[in-house]
């Protein structure tokens, strides 16, 4: 059974566009992540919820839109999409917020601008 | 700000040798969290081992230790008997309790030839 994951795996669609990711853990963990990696591989984190609520939130632009409908579930929305927004973006939990969790990472969803 | 360096963009060693990726990083926090994730081509995110800043001990799982410097600031990865499963992103990163998310290093591209 996969303990994060993410639909889709791979997004291509046009600039000026709405879509959303889905993420799903069964991991029963309190806290999860959305993270974008860049071209160059770099992973910065975009937003975290602790058990339904938001407790991080990095300055993203505010097409960005998160929710968490129940702790097993963190979507990411993005409103009129630009080039800047290809990228993979990884949803990932942990039992609590606590620095010494290990985050576990879904595999990725690849979000391509035309 | 807090920021994670790793000044090696790629590294290249022979299968059953050893190679060690650097990493150092910057905190004001006493109490951290440090973490190495691989990245293979095929995308995921895995944990290779963590360190408790508070712990002078260094963390080893299998063929995988650290060199843990805490006044340096520094938290070096070492693999042993590298094998070719072991070509990958190597991230090193550090998560504090004020901060809850994780601080990525740029990551270090490893190649293991034959």
Known sequence: DTAVSQTPKYLVTQMGNDKSIKCEQNLGHDTMYWYKQDSKKFLK???SYNNKELIINETVPNRFSPKSPDKAHLNLHINSLELGDSAVYFCASSQTPSSNQPQHFGDGTRLSIL | AQTVTQSQPEMSVQEAETVTLSCTYDTSESDYYL???????S???ILVIRQEAYKQQNATENRFSVN???AAKSFSLKISDSQLGDA?????????NSGYALNFGKGTSLLVTP
């Open chain 1, 45 to 47: 984190i975009m937003f």
């Open chain 2, 35 to 41: 973490f190495w994730y691989k990245q293979p081509p």
């Open chain 2, 43 to 45: 995308r995921q995110m």
């Open chain 2, 68 to 70: 843990f410097q805490k």
């Open chain 2, 88 to 96: 990958a992103m190597y991230f090193c990163a550090y998560s504090t």
